[in-house]
């Protein structure tokens, strides 16, 4: 028998590597000669045996027809073996058929490690970037990490020393709350002390006020007449009206006149210091509470002083007339 060692070469080298194919093809054809070579050495070894047993028989039979009977038997079993011989061979064959099959079969498996192998190489190098990647990334980390734990430590160290401090704090606020316990105190004193003060000034201050109007009571009938033709009917006087709301309003120089055949109604108050604030919550608290209600409202504020040059023409410019104290005493 005759192994095509090329043929069976030129197959392997169509799925895989051809190293690796010829080096299959190689132990294949080997084996494939090796079964050979121990069939026909059986065959001839069994061949051998037969021509040695025939000669014998020959010569037994030559020299003893006793022993021809024995040769013939021996004969028979000779036919036997060869019988035997046969079959073994046929069953050689068959093994070898089997190993040719199980040879494409090895093939086909081959094949599909070459390509798994393949795939795994693949997988490997992507494995290995990875690797360098990840092993980057922990690099950066561990620098990432070393940092962390230098700002930890600095952390700590801010912390003590924010702790040291909140203690300090915490004691200069004990200190600071007993002195402003202290404070508390003498502000409070103060504000009593104050308190009386104001009483005593706005005694005063009503005082002077009461003295100033007493002395308008007299003396505004003679300067409205003066100054703006206004015949005052009746005393002027302290007393109560009501408002737009039907509230009672007190008004501390409250009087009628006429002017030119019209009722007039003079309503004043006094202050020991004028300004043009003064004068403006004059008309809102007082004045304009009362428009609509009576008639020809004259609006009037005797004073000791202003606050400052500017507020007569205030005044002026809102129709409110304005007499000093020393204007009573003038004749």
Not at 21 to 35: D, G, N, P, Y
Not at 50 to 55: I, K, N, R, S
Not at 237 to 246: A, H, I, P, T, W
Not at 301 to 323: F, K, N
């Amino acid at each position: 028998m005759v192994i095509d060692t090329l043929s069976l070469y030129e197959k392997l080298k169509e799925n895989m590597d051809p190293a690796a194919a010829e080096k299959l093809a190689q132990a294949l054809a080997t084996s494939l000669v090796q079964i050979e070579q121990s069939v026909r050495q059986a065959t001839e070894d069994r061949l051998s045996r037969v021509e040695q047993a025939l000669e014998t028989l020959v010569r037994v039979t030559q020299e003893h027809s006793h022993e021809i009977a024995e040769l013939r038997q021996a004969s028979r079993e000779n036919t036997l073996a060869i019988a035997e011989l046969s079959k073994a061979v046929q069953e050689n064959t068959s093994a070898i058929a089997e190993l040719r099959q199980t040879v494409s079969g090895l093939v086909e498996v081959t094949q599909r490690h070459s390509q798994e192998i393949a795939e795994l190489r693949q997988m490997v190098q992507e494995n290995t970037s990875a690797i360098a990647e990840l092993r980057q990334t922990v690099s950066g980390l561990v620098e990432v990490t070393q940092r962390h734990s230098q700002e930890i430590a600095e952390l700590r160290q801010m912390v003590q020393e924010n702790t040291s401090a909140i203690a300090e704090l915490r004691q200069a606020v004990r200190e600071l709350v007993e002195t402003t316990k202290k404070h508390a105190q003498v502000l409070r004193r103060l504000e009593l002390d104050q308190q009386d003060i104001r009483k005593q000034l706005g005694g005063l201050a009503m005082a002077f006020g009461y003295r100033l109007e007493d002395d308008a009571y007299l003396a505004l009938p003679r300067l409205l007449k003066q100054d703006y033709g206004i015949e005052v009917q009746g005393r002027l006087k302290r007393d109560y009206l009501v408002d737009r709301q039907g509230n009672h309003l007190e008004v501390n120089i409250l009087g009628e006149g006429v002017r030119e055949g019209e009722t007039i109604t003079i309503v004043g108050e006094s202050k020991a210091q004028l300004s043009a604030n003064e004068i403006d919550r004059f008309l809102r608290r007082k004045v304009r509470r009362l428009q609509g209600v009576y008639p020809n409202l004259f609006p009037i504020i005797v004073t000791y002083m202003t606050t400052s040059p500017d507020v007569l023409e205030h005044a002026r410019q809102r129709g409110v007339a304005v007499y000093f104290s020393y204007d009573f005493r003038q004749q």
